[in-house]
């Protein structure tokens, strides 16, 4: 089945940068989205940024014009890059891959095994 290696979380001051990184392999349809969503402590999981297949991408508004998704589609893998960073940033990271429902297999989703990212003030 499908794998997502995720990688690039890390501690950095506020202010900062890191990229994170996510490999999916296995038999990938091709129309998908992968993406990135967030979990800090004691909250729900949240969307952070998506990327189509085709290259349409929604972020989420406590990010919007720090982070930058996007993807390289020959090779399966997904890019998160988080520019000044917020210590409310902190959370574990989990790439996401999304595959449509056709014929008889419905849409599903994958997970990685999530990276730490800890921004400190």
């Known amino acids: 089945q499908v794998q997502l290696v995720e990688s690039g979380g890390g501690l950095v001051q506020a202010g900062g940068s890191l990229r994170l990184s996510c490999a999916a392999s296995?038999?990938?349809?091709?129309?998908?989205?992968m993406g990135w969503y967030r979990q800090a402590p004691g909250k729900q999981r949240e969307l952070v940024a998506t990327i189509s297949s085709g290259g349409i991408i929604n972020y989420a508004d406590s990010v919007k014009g720090r982070f930058i998704i996007f993807r390289d589609n020959a090779k399966n893998t997904v890019y998160l890059q988080m520019n000044r960073l917020k210590p409310e940033d902190t959370a574990v990271y989990y790439c996401?891959?999304?595959?449509?429902?056709?014929?008889?297999?419905?849409?599903?989703?994958?997970w990685g095994q999530g990276t730490q990212v800890t921004v400190s003030s």
């Open positions: 296995g038999s990938i349809f091709s129309i998908n989205a």
């Open positions: 996401n891959l999304w595959t449509p429902s056709r014929g008889s297999i419905r849409e599903r989703d994958y």
